[in-house]
């Protein structure tokens, strides 16, 4: 048996579908890979895989993040079920990369759907910016890869917390911020615009400039027609190429039940 691909929209996100062994035994992951860099995000409706085949199939894409000897993460708002994270986890709800301030952000993440909410909230939601960024006419393309931005905690933060003390914002100002260029020219040759919620401006701009600038792009990547919004099924897998994309959460409630084992893939490339 092949792989088999179907396009769930023209220029973002593609459904797999193979047999259960054949994930598990990483015969496609190459091909696997090299899509995910291309379309921003793949799935695979109800494979049901357990915590040790989620395993399985995300050690054939890559090596994983782990904390603690873990590697399956629970993602929920539920402070009961998740204490501590769901304060942070709120900031997922905004179009945003995982790890921009990392020299080498993740490749990507694992989703995989464990419990939903009746309401069928929570859709999670992928932006292409390696699509959007190839729709662009040559010369704009050529303006940008000469900015370089600044991502802060700040930036990442004060959207969430409009009200935020000045605790808060001092400690947010306690991490480094890092400059990335605004286009990312990957291994492979394809460049990515990095934008999202942690980039605060462009260095050498007028501040209000830059940020109005960052405003547009991440308004051209989230149109429709780059987004790829999945409506969770129990037992769905999805997983998110980092590199190329922006994603978020759709909204849902802290107490909805919602429940996500997450896996992440540890970056490759820095970002340059
Ligand atoms: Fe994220």
Redesign the pocket.
Known sequence: MTLKTIDLKPKVGTELQASREDFLNGKYAAEIRDLLEERGVVIIRQVNFDDDEQLQFARTLGDLVTFHDQAIFKISLDPETNPGAAEYLK??LLW???GAMDEVPSRG?ILTARQLPETREGNTEVANSFAAFQDMPAEEQAELEKLRVVHTMAASQRRTYPDATEEQKKDWDKYEPKVHPLVWTHNSGRKSLVTGVSADYIEGMDLEEGRALLQRLDDFITQDEYVYSHEWTVGDLLIWD?TVSL???APYSPTSGRLMHRTTLVGEESLA
């Open positions: 900031g997922s945003h990369i995982d993440s980092n994603h978020r959460a």
